[in-house]
T-cell receptor, first 115, second 113 residues
Framework: AQTVTQSQPEMSVQEAETVTLSCTYDTSENNYYLFWYKQPPSRQMILVIRQEAYKQQNATENRFSVNFQKAAKSFSLKISDSQLGDTAMYFCAFMRNSGTYKYIFGTGTRLKVLA | ETGVTQSPTHLIKTRGQQVTLRCSSQSGHNTVSWYQQALGQGPQFIFQYYREEENGRGNFPPRFSGLQFPNYSSELNVNALELDDSALYLC????????????FGPGTRLTVT
């Protein structure tokens, strides 16, 4: 069975600074996807970034980038130039590339961006 | 915002009652998944529907059941409600051919008293 662990329940960062959220996972699969989702107080889950395990290059989306270490089963999210609108819960998620395509989520990290 | 809608937004039920939650998929999406998110936790997979058939189920008892309709909208039914069923229920829709892009609705907050 796959598991996803987020060891930082809460983090804070000053506006315009950089913050890194940690995520580790456990799986025996070799072909899978990893995701970071943002859940603001409005509750809607919003995809931040996606990484395909077979791609060595780290994914980037504007101010968001990941550090994907497949051998270490680590998948951290870096947010550069943090903005007040980045305040939210952030969930790391795993999806195997076969069978039922379902997310396995971590317990989340609450990020607060301070003015 | 995604094109996925859910109703109702909130509801309160009493232990032992039954509840039906509804999800309307993003246009053209033929696969719907349901998740339960307890307070302070990440979402947990309940089940998935494709072409009106259940296509995978998580570790939830049979009193959690679902339906998918020909227009791809979906229902989640929970019988014999328990206090621990209090949670945010999320649905996510996707195309069968592109399961890595799932779009979530805003959720239904269920409170069981």
């Amino acid at each position: 069975a796959q598991t996803v662990t987020q060891s930082q329940p809460e983090m804070s960062v000053q506006e315009a600074e950089t913050v890194t959220l940690s995520c580790t996972y456990d799986t025996s699969e070799n072909n899978y996807y990893l995701f970071w989702y943002k859940q603001p107080p409005s509750r809607q889950m919003i995809l931040v970034i996606r990484q395909e395990a077979y791609k060595q290059q780290n994914a980037t989306e504007n101010r968001f980038s990941v550090n994907f270490q497949k051998a270490a089963k680590s998948f951290s999210l870096k947010i550069s130039d943090s903005q007040l609108g980045d305040t939210a819960m952030y969930f790391c998620a795993f999806m195997r590339n076969s069978g039922t395509y379902k997310y396995i989520f971590g317990t989340g990290t609450r990020l607060k961006v301070l003015a | 915002e995604t094109g996925v809608t859910q109703s109702p937004t909130h509801l309160i039920k009493t232990r032992g009652q039954q509840v039906t939650l509804r999800c309307s998929s993003q246009s053209g999406h033929n696969t719907v998944s349901w998740y339960q998110q307890a307070l302070g936790q990440g979402p947990q997979f309940i089940f998935q529907y494709y072409r009106e058939e259940e296509n995978g189920r998580g570790n939830f008892p049979p009193r959690f059941s679902g339906l998918q309709f020909p227009n791809y909208s979906s229902e989640l039914n929970v019988n014999a409600l328990e206090l621990d069923d209090s949670a945010l229920y999320l649905c996510a829709s996707s195309l069968r051919d592109n399961p890595y892009e799932q779009y979530f609705g805003p959720g239904t907050r269920l409170t069981v008293t």
